[in-house]
């Protein structure tokens, strides 16, 4: 996104996908222009946290209901 300025709500169409084995933390920047005042930098963290659940493939499929 380009730009993103004050009092204004912006929606990004981007999707961002996060791909982790570990739990992480993801920290998301943004900088917001006006002209009234100097540009801020705008931070917004995601806490990741991950467990790990060995399946098999038939598991998966009965917990998405598939009948094998």
Known sequence: MP???AKRTVF????FWVDVTEPCVVEL??????????????????????NHHEMSYREILADLGVQL
């Open 12 to 15: 990004s169409r981007n999707e």
């Open 29 to 50: 920047m943004c900088t917001a222009y006006s002209a009234n005042s100097d540009p801020r930098t705008l931070r917004a963290s995601l806490e990741i946290k991950v």
């Open 3 to 5: 730009v993103v300025q």
